[in-house]
């Protein structure tokens, strides 16, 4: 299965581990994964601080990156719901608007493409240690995403699972929003950043990086020990 | 004139949804009706499992029986109240169906000071006065504990706001699931003609709130106690 | 006081509120609650779901044909003796109020709990043309007393601990007990029970109108709504146009949705629905009634994109779900609407203009479209909000205006964002210490005053990708 990656501009930059971790996780099932050269940013940043057109440049040049890739699959759930917005963004250039629709249905985030297309859920990975699961707002509530992780999680050897109080609650990253409002975010993610300390877990596990940035950078600050991974780490650890 | 700056109002509303005045509206058809299935099926003795569980919830004290035993609860529930020995209760057929007005006629004579609402100068005083208000459910919704008042010359609006107690008796064959029922019986007698009352009253227990500090605290303008008496007439 | 409150810059308001500690440990604990008991009564009834679905299409159908219902709602309420004013703005409304109060030479109002009476100003017109008006739910008495704003559209006075209301009911009416809750309860009921016996006029809003009918529903506990409607002679119901429903079978689906999501009741303990006057062998109940209907600004929403914004049932889940609204509290949003429905509403009914940086304080995380009983998609309605506030009313701030500008340029041109990618390690470095960022230039100051920022890393992705495509041809 030829399997295009969408490695989110954070992840590029930031995180390349994350990327590694995606690519040889697909390959271990078998996937032939590519790397559309000409991919950018979703234009989340400027699409939810109402920068529509400013959006709709990046858009464009997303979709004419994947329109050849027969599957795309990246490791955030807030960037892949950006795409799934597309369609709707451009729906007063309906020739895009199409185009969109085409790239949309086929753009997957790697939990929901490992058990809804190559229904996997059990990854064979092991991992040592206590870890809690922030399921981030965007990947749940938006995409929908919320069992995927859970039992590719569960079935990880050695991993021990803690719940995480409040879990459903924002990090307080919100894009922009941690900049904009930075005040407001900083007091949401120390929020956060106590109900992973109760929970007593060696590692943060998460399946966005801009949460995993904002929790992270808030429990270094604290210099809380608690070690931030992304899903894609943990899955893809022998 | 009655209705003022009615047309300039509504040929606004229309005009910014972008059509005509509509002066006929098909009733609509919903693809969902989950209200249906609460308690679908379940039996009237179910339905009194249901309300008396609820009574639980709603800080209601639950009685049962039955209409010869009706005036020795009723006894009962008086002789372990505390304050005014006043009493307002509503009255209509149900007085005399129930057999309460004997009973209250008994009482009486036992220091209580007894006023079937009769729409006189003076009912909403002596509710005021009152420690225990008493009315008969007209519709009972087993989900919410809720006693359904249909409000008119026999049974005032005061009689169940007014005293610090609050008794409902119930007769089990009002017991219905919950207000989809009550509803549907008022919307059909609207479409036959029969206009609902000027107060119809949902009542669920005695009054509460939590405006301090979340805190719950029952009884605050309305009664502070509330016991209902399920009595089977079945 | 109309829809504003406060007249203290965002940024000031949102700071106030961060340091309010009381107020944040007092709204976080009701969030608890709320959320705990609206999740608890979904949870009962099992097919929650369906129940939203119903709730959307009521409102939606009823939106689309307001004009219709409205209508009948006018007929059934004439019909049953009552009287129907239809206003376009809050002055209009509060001139008719006025009119009446007048007439009956009434001297003390008594008032249940109502938004849209506080959105319109009424105690103060009221005020002005010589009545004493008198707030009797628990929470607005507080507040009344106190000259406080509500910072919560079901909680009024959430905001407020017991002993700043025993030591607000001491200074004002001479209290003397302790700040037990009951005992503060016991007193406001002793104290309001007096005023409603005493007053000419009573004031509510109105939950819902049942069209078919002319029906005033009131979704109350406390029971002070049905003093309101029961002891004086006159009653007022003021109601924004767009609470009509159009059969009681909607009424009680509606009224389900509310007292579940609001408070995880299945039913609160008085529903009351109110038709017309009294009859002529009722002896309590009032013998005049008239019922306001306020546009005041939502007319212009109808047949916009933000209608949906008119389905709100005023439960406040979306409230109670909202972790900004936890952290800042209701005054922060400077609006009698807080929390992400005020967010929506606002601007809507007043303007752009003072209320830009409402639609802002989102994170967008969507637990306000979640918990909504009526699926608003509220956090899309913000976005929305956004665009405009950048596009049409041009009032995104310059220099972010710029940066989205060059955002742009940069992602839609490949060979930029690669060198940018590359180029960001050493462009960050003077800032840089162990791979982190601790104190960050620009849009990175405000997030760096609370956490660290990650350095990029040594070799992105995409190089590294590059080199292992180059060491397979190779192999």
Known sequence: MKVSLFITCLCDTFTPDVGKDTVQLLERFGCEVDFPENQTCCGQPAFNSGYKQESMQAMKQMITAFEASPYVVGPSGSCVQMIKEYPHALKEEPEWSARAQAVAEKTYELTQFLVEVLQVEDVKSTFQGTATYHPSCHMTRLLGVSDAPRILLQNVEGLNLIELPMKEDCCGFGGTFAVKNAAVSGQMVEEKAQHIDETGAEYLIGGDMGCLMNMGGCMRRNKQDVKVLHIAQVLNSQ | MTVHNRTSFLDRVAENLGRERRTEVKPPVYSVQPQDRVFQGATQDELIEMLEAQCRVIHTSFERTTQSGLADTLNKVLASFEGSKKVISAGGPRLDDFGVRGIYEELAEDDFDLRIWNDQEGDVAFAEQAGLGIVFSDITLAESGTVTLFNDSYNGRSISLLPETFIAIIPKSTLVPRMTQAARVIHEQEQKGNPVSSCVSFITGPSNSADIEMNLIVGVHGPVKATYILVDDL | ?475
């Open chain 3, 1 to 475: 006081m109309g829809i504003r409150i406060g007249d203290k810059p965002y940024a000031e308001r949102i700071q106030a509120g961060i340091e309010n500690s009381f107020m944040r440990q007092a709204v976080s604990s009701a969030q608890g609650r709320f959320r705990t008991g609206r999740l608890k009564a979904a949870e009962e009834l099992g097919d929650w779901e369906d129940w939203r679905t119903l709730g959307e299409e009521i409102r939606h159908h009823t939106m689309e044909n307001l004009d219709y219902y409205l209508h009948q709602l006018s007929e059934q309420v004439e019909k049953r003796g009552g009287t129907v004013f239809f206003a376009e703005t809050a002055e209009e409304a509060n001139a008719y109020v006025k009119e009446v109060a007048k007439k009956k030479q009434a001297r003390k109002v008594v008032k249940s709990k109502s938004m849209v009476t506080e959105e319109i100003g009424l105690n103060e017109a009221l005020e002005q043309s010589g009545c004493e008006v008198v707030e009797s739910d628990l929470g607005e008495w507080i507040l009344q007393l106190d000259e406080d704003p509500p910072s919560h559209i079901v909680t009024p006075a959430l905001h407020k601990n017991k002993e700043q209301i025993r030591e607000t009911f001491a200074n004002k009416k001479g209290y003397t007990k302790t700040d037990r809750p009951e005992e503060l309860a016991a007193f406001a009921r002793e104290q309001l029970r007096k005023d409603f016996l005493e007053a000419d006029l009573g004031v509510t809003g109105c939950n819902f109108a049942v069209a078919e009918s002319g029906a005033v529903t009131l979704v109350t506990n406390e029971g002070n709504a049905r003093m309101v409607t029961s002891l004086p002679d006159t009653h007022i119901a003021v109601m924004g146009m767009e609470r009509v429903v159009p059969t009681w079978e909607e009424l009680e689906v509606v009224v389900s949705l509310l007292t579940r999501a609001a408070v995880g009741q299945k039913l609160t303990s008085y529903i009351t629905a109110l038709t017309g006057t009294r009859l002529d062998d009722e002896t309590d109940g009032p013998e005049d009634f008239h019922l306001v209907i306020v546009d005041n600004g939502r007319s212009k929403i109808l047949g916009t994109e933000f209608q949906s914004a008119l389905h709100c049932i005023r439960c406040a889940a979306c409230i109670n779900a909202c972790p900004v609204y936890r952290h800042v509290g209701g005054h922060s949003y400077g609006s009698i609407y807080p929390g992400p429905i005020g967010a929506v509403l606002t601007p809507l009914l007043d303007g752009y203009e003072d209320h830009k940086d409402l639609p802002y304080a989102s994170t967008l995380c969507a637990a306000c479209t979640e918990a909504c009983p009526v699926k608003i998609p509220l956090h899309e309605h913000l976005i929305r909000h956004r665009e405009i506030i950048v596009e049409r009313e041009q009032m995104g701030a310059k220099s972010e205006e710029w940066m989205m500008k060059g955002f742009a340029k940069w992602a839609s041109t490949p060979a930029a964002y690669k060198l940018s990618t590359k180029m960001a390690r050493t462009a960050m470095k003077p800032w840089t210490k162990d791979e982190q960022i601790e104190n960050g230039p620009g849009p990175l100051k405000g997030w760096t005053q609370s956490r660290d920022f990650p350095a990029p890393a040594k070799k992105n992705f995409r190089e590294w990708y590059k080199q292992r495509e180059k060491r397979r041809g190779e192999a």
